[in-house]
T-cell receptor, first 117, second 111 residues
Framework: GAVVSQHPSWVICKSGTSVKIECRSL??????MFWYRQFPKQSLMLMAT?????????EQGVEKDKFLINHASLTLSTLTVTSAHPEDSSFYIC?????????????FGPGTRLTVL | QKEVEQNSGPLSVPEGAIASLNCTYS??????FFWYRQYSGKSPELIMF????GDKEDGRFTAQLNKASQYVSLLIRDSQPSDSATYLC???????????FGTGTKLQVIP
């Protein structure tokens, strides 16, 4: 089956620093990847849609200058949390949609748990 | 606002019973419907997807879709304690590639 990896799986950083999270589709090409955030006991909240070779589309209320997304290849998207603060602590999950698949099926990465001190 | 609604639960069923999880959605233009399972602290994993009215079976799981009623359900037969998790309903709509998730139903299978 389709496999999506994320790196790192967890990260602890100081307030004010930047953190980069990588999302890779390992055995398929993904024109589109999605970044979600999940706070404890809440559902997934879509942050942005990452399109290969073009600018990401951000959901309402998500600061594009704070959450920088780069989708430079068909298998890699990165999310950089800039100037992280404790309220950015969350579980960040990416998903990828295989190019050409008609039914919008998404495969999720294992997630990255970010803790900002 | 495209909405997907689920009962948060918890839904408790005894081991071996059938668990029935329900989901309603607001957008009649929705095209594809997904059920994901999420264990605590883990990311969601896809169980099934369905796009045509009727039933779709895969092992112990059956997805049911009724577009007229804007209703999709997941049945788990012979429930096992390992099925205890939160089940997320997700709906893809229109010409977009985005998927809207429900808040999930927590299932507890009691040994």
């Amino acid at each position: 089956g389709a496999v999506v990896s994320q790196h790192p799986s967890w990260v602890i950083c100081k307030s004010g620093t930047s953190v980069k999270i990588e999302c890779r589709s390992l055995d398929f090409q993904a024109t589109t990847m999605f970044w979600y955030r999940q706070f404890p006991k809440q559902s997934l909240m879509l942050m942005a849609t990452s399109n290969e070779g073009s600018k990401a589309t951000y959901e309402q209320g998500v600061e594009k200058d704070k959450f920088l997304i780069n989708h430079a290849s068909l298998t890699l998207s990165t999310l950089t949390v800039t100037s992280a603060h404790p309220e950015d602590s969350s579980f960040y999950i990416c998903s990828a949609r295989e190019t050409g698949v008609p039914y919008n099926e998404q495969f999720f990465g294992p997630g990255t748990r970010l803790t900002v001190l | 606002q495209k909405e997907v609604e689920q009962n948060s639960g918890p839904l408790s069923v005894p081991e071996g019973a059938i668990a029935s999880l329900n989901c309603t959605y607001s957008d009649r233009g929705s095209q594809s419907f997904f059920w994901y399972r999420q264990y605590s602290g883990k990311s969601p994993e896809l169980i099934m997807f369905i796009y045509s009215n009727g039933d779709k079976e895969d092992g112990r799981f059956t997805a049911q879709l009724n577009k007229a009623s804007q209703y999709v359900s997941l049945l788990i037969r012979d429930s096992q304690p390992s099925d205890s998790a939160t089940y997320l309903c997700a709906v893809a709509y229109g010409g977009y590639q985005k998927v809207t998730f429900g808040t999930g139903t927590k299932l507890q299978v009691i040994p």
